[in-house]
Nanobody
Framework: QVQLVESGGGLMQTGGSLRLSCVASGRTFCRNHMGWFRQAPGKEREFVAAVSWTGSTTYYSDSAKGRFIISRDNAKNTMFLRMNSLKPGETAVYYC?????????????????WGHGTQVTVSS
């Protein structure tokens, strides 16, 4: 059974930083495209960032570009999201996701595996 488990969320003041982690188990994900999404109350789940299976190519939403850094350690089946200069509007549940293929995608519908999410709250 495939499992993705996120950690690292919490309460942070505006302008602060957090690092989220996602550990995959049940199978190796070294050849799977992976990403981070977030969902705020009453809103649709949205793409935040993604990383190629090699870790050499990264993708970001416009809002994350320049402030967030996505990375992965395939030897440890772990993906990370470093979030800097956090804003109150970024309060949401952050989800780790993996595709069944190594090809890039930014739509939640293109991801087959999901974690349960970790809450990030940014206070003003």
């Amino acid at each position: 059974q495939v499992q993705l488990v996120e950690s690292g969320g919490g309460l942070m003041q505006t302008g602060g930083s957090l690092r989220l982690s996602c550990v995959a188990s049940g199978r190796t994900f070294c050849r799977n495209h992976m990403g981070w999404f977030r969902q705020a109350p009453g809103k649709e789940r949205e793409f935040v960032a993604a990383v190629s299976w090699t870790g050499s190519t990264t993708y970001y939403s416009d809002s994350a570009k320049g402030r967030f850094i996505i990375s992965r350690d395939n030897a440890k089946n772990t993906m990370f999201l470093r979030m800097n200069s956090l804003k109150p509007g970024e309060t949401a549940v952050y989800y780790c996701a993996a595709r069944q293929t190594p090809y890039a995608a930014s739509s939640p519908a293109d991801y087959s595996y999901w974690g349960h999410g970790t809450q990030v709250t940014v206070s003003s």
